[in-house]
Each structure stands twice: as C-alpha cells, then as structure tokens.
C-alpha cells in the first residue's frame, strides 16, 4: 500500500463515535484552564495588578498538581442519586462540570481592582472543579478503548483541549472587547465574556449525559466487618497505596526515571506561558489582534500538531515523537525571546503563535499518549490523576516566579532560560530509550 494510502487509513479512527465523545470531553476539559491561567493574567494586567502579582496568582492553577490528593475519590466513592442514573464516570463528569460554570460565574462577578484576594478564592474553585474534571474525563478516555485506539483518543483529546483553550483565550479577549466601552480597561466587557463562556461548558454536559458509561475493571474493596477506623484504613490501602505501589511493583527502578521525565517535561512552556499574555500587553499588541491572530492561525496548527502527532506516534512511536516535541517546545521559546527583540510586529507575532501551536500539538499528543501507556486500569483515574499533576506540579511552582524573573531579566532573558529548562526533559527521554532498549535486549536473551 503507498505510504499517503496508509496516512489516510490511520486518519479514518477520528471519526469513531468514541472518539468523538472525548474530542468534545476534551473541549468541556481545555475551557475552563485559559479561564483561570492564560486569559485571567490579561485580564489582570489590564486591571494594572504588577507582573509579580500575576506570576504568584499563577498558583491558583497549583488545584492541577494536587489532584491527585482527591483522585480516589473518583474511583471508589458513589455520587448519591447520580451515580445509579450516570454510573461512575458520568456522575462524576456531570458534577464537576456544574461546579466548573459556578465558579466561571463567581468569577465574572468579581473586580479584581477591588477585591483581588476574592478573586483567587474563585479562581481556586475554578481550578478544583476543572481539575476534578480533568480526573474522570482521562479515566473515561483510558477505559473507553482499548489500547490500539489510545494514540488516536489522546489526539482527539487534545484536539478539543487546545480548541477549548484557543476559544477561551481568543474568544474571550475578542468578547471583551466587544463589549468594552471603548476605554483601556473596562470591567463589564471581561465580566460579560466570562458569562459567556460559562456557556461553552454545555456542549461537554451534553456528551456527557449522551455517551455511554464505559466498562470498568476498577478493583472495589471488599470491606470487613470492624470499627470505622478498621474499615477506613482497608479503605485507604485499597484506594489509596494500592496505584502507587502498582506503579512501582510494574516498572521496578525504571519507576523513578519515568517520574522524573513527567516532572520535567512541561517546564519550558508552563513556566514561559504564565507571562505569555502579559508580554503581549507590555508589547503593545490589543486584545483584538492577540485573539484574532491565536483564533485563526492557532487553530489551524493545533488541528495540524494534534493529528499529526497521532499519526505520528502509530507509525514511529511514542517515545521518538516525545523527544521531538521536547526539542520543538524549547525552540518555539527562543522564537518568543526574538519576538521580544523585534517589537510590535503582527507577522512575526503570527509566525511564532503558529509554530508554538503546532509544537505544542505535537509534544502534548505523544506526552498524554505515553501516560496513558503507564496506566494500569484497575486504578485509571488514581495512576493517571497522580501522572498529570506531577507533569504540573514543578513547572506551576516554579511558573510562580515568573513575573519577579522578567522583572528583573527582561522578557528577552527569561524565554531563553525557560528554553534551557527544556534540557532535563531532552535528556531524560534519551536515557529512558536506552534503559527501555537495555530492557528488551535482557528479556530477548533470557
């Protein structure tokens, strides 16, 4: 068969029903992070809060990295009424996304300028419904298929997610300025735009009432008769220790090499896109320019990495494409410290938009698929709650230093330091591949 046959066979999976249940999962998980990570720091440069006090509010975004904490929950705890109606997945999808439009309108309530302090308590409740999403919807997508159609979902997936985050930067800077008076800063516009977008949350509600509960082989303890603390630590061993200890008993001492590569691997675009928007404010570009130019040529690359990235991980596998996207994330911030040498200028803003998108497809398809690949399925939502918030947990602590660094460096500086934070990453996977050829040499001569 000619190789461009065999490219558009393997496109041909996208159209699978379940495969579209989670592209639009996948767009109901990507909204709600532009609205308490990307798009609120423009917001609130607008508002003239201080590039330090942008970076440490970054933290919010930290409910990501703990997940973890309360990612049991979601594999042995029975939603009241829902839960018989629903099932597991779905009960906890439909929760978390009504607590994720509360909170978006909590927050489209609030004055930063008057009550900053308020608007982190939404904003925190924000990210912990959307983390909590986040949590059922990987285990929805892992215990939707089986593991031949991983590479495929993890491409739909991400797919929605980056057009939900697209839409939510894009769409709410354009309606904020739509419904601006026309002033430099005006509150009501930003207010109005987040109501608005509080209803792009339906379309993920909806999937989630239409598409079928998955199978599950999740292991349900079996509780013995005893006292409440007996019964509580049967519980916890069961839920709790029992996905760790999987983890390490399956992978022995290439356990810790695996969480080194998921800690390090995000750091040089999360720390780099705290001041992403922030830097556009300071270069002069407007909410309009900056929406239209990530709305239409951040779409395109992000359907292009996206898909791209899933074929590629079928026919080269995960770990080479991990390791190119490790060295296109690093290169893309070097392309933003040149921005930052230019000046205001719409090409070039347009070019390094397109090419980070496109980069960012491509490393995040083949990342979510190589977690998806660790995942043992008698602990979905735990193992891969406990691998998603480790991927965030360095790169959003250290993002929250982020406004003193280009304080203190310039913007020019700091990018090219967030590139060189790309490093660990590069050579993590290069001793990854080598423990893993190591590996498979040991077993073939035994």
Known sequence: MPIYLAWLSGLRIYFNRRVLS????????????????????????????????????????????????????????????????????????????????????????????????LMATFAILLAVASATQDINVDAFRIESAVTEMQAALAAAYLTGYRLAMIMASAGTLWLAALFSDGSSYDL????HAYLVMGLFMLPGILATL???????????????NGSWYQRLIAWLAQAVVAPFTDFFNRYKWHALLILALIACYRLTDVVMGVMANAFYVDMGYSKEEVASVSKIYGVIMTLVGAALGGVLINQFGV?????????????????????SQIGYDLMWLTLIISADNLSAGIATSAFIAYLSSLVNLAFTATQYAMFSSLMLLLPKFIGGFSGQWVDQLGYGNFFIMTALMGIPAILLIMLLARANELLARKKAAS
């Open 210 to 224: 239409l598409s079928k509960e998955p199978e599950s082989i999740l292991q349900q303890q079996q509780y013995v």
């Open 22 to 117: 989670i592209f639009v999962l996948g767009f109901s998980s990507g909204l709600p992070l532009m609205l308490v990570f990307g798009v609120l720091s423009f917001w609130l440069r607008e508002a003239d809060v201080s590039r330090t006090d942008i970076g440490y509010f970054s933290w919010v975004a930290m409910a990501y990295a703990v997940k973890w904490l309360w990612s049991p929950l979601a594999d042995h705890l029975k939603i009241p009424l829902l839960h018989k109606r629903l099932g597991r997945r779905r009960s906890w999808l439909l929760s978390s996304q009504v607590f994720v439009v509360i909170a978006i309108c909590c927050i489209a309530m609030t004055d930063p300028q008057q009550n900053l302090a």
């Open 319 to 339: 770990l080479k494409v991990l390791f190119a996207g490790a060295i296109l994330s690093a290169v893309t911030n070097l392309l933003f410290a040149a921005l």
């Open 188 to 191: 009501l516009g930003w207010q």
